[in-house]
């Protein structure tokens, strides 16, 4: 059983539905008190956390929804998501245990494995940005030519983290604004609501093979938020 913490945009497709998979089966578990699997350190760690379960759900079926899947297995919950703190495997570790299952046989999820934290935080700005704009702008400066410059263990933790934040509505727009800007031009005319926009956004990226924003988190995650 395996509850992946980075964004599901990484995940080839058999690990993408395998945790959705499994992801339903620990909140059967935790739902019903069943005793299968239930002394698994995974099953532990996401007691009294089936909110923040919900919402990993609907980032793996935002995620599926993107590759050509359909989601018919909601999972909602009222409650706000407080996340567990511990980890399994801490993220830049996750990244590993992925290279090392895609190896040889050309595997690989939407978002390409990161080798670096340029590569990294590149794949994470808009998700970022759309959170907090002056968080953008000091996480490029330590990316550049600071402390979070070779330190991706660092990295990778604080933008999981900032993943799980609810974006607000101004800074989604934002967001997709800047990301509106690499398919403009086509002579198609911008959506001016956020979730059109954004459909939009996936739709031309997908037909047009844009490389910087099939790499980028926020053109899943973002979804769950609007």
């Not at 992946?4 to 620990?26: K, M, N, T, V």
Request: with cysteine.
């Amino acid at each position: 059983m395996r509850i992946w913490d980075i964004d599901p945009g990484y995940l080839a497709r058999q690990q993408l539905l395998g945790e959705h998979r499994e992801l339903h089966g620990l909140a059967n578990i935790l739902i019903h008190h069943k005793r299968g699997y239930a002394n698994h350190p995974e099953t532990k760690r996401w007691v009294g956390h089936l909110p923040a379960l919900a919402t990993r759900h609907r980032q793996l079926a935002a995620e599926m929804k993107l590759r050509g899947y359909h989601d018919r297995t909601p999972l909602d919950t009222e409650s706000e998501a407080i996340w567990p703190q511990a980890w399994i495997d801490p993220p830049a570790r996750q990244f590993e245990l992925l290279r090392g299952k895609y190896a040889g046989d050309g595997r690989s999820g939407r978002i390409p494995l990161p080798g670096n934290c340029q590569e990294l935080w590149a794949q994470h700005k808009y998700s970022v940005m759309a959170r907090s704009p002056q968080l953008y702008k000091d996480i490029g400066v330590k990316v550049a030519k600071g402390e979070l410059r070779d330190d991706i263990q660092a990295l990778s933790l604080l933008l999981v983290q900032q993943l799980r934040i609810r974006p607000d509505r101004g800074r989604i727009t934002n967001a997709l604004l800047h990301m509106w800007g690499y398919l403009s031009g086509g002579g198609e005319e911008m959506a001016d609501e956020n979730r059109a926009l954004l459909d939009q956004i996936q739709r031309l990226a997908v037909e047009r093979q844009q490389p910087y924003l099939l790499a980028s988190t926020a053109l899943g995650e973002l979804a769950i938020w609007l």
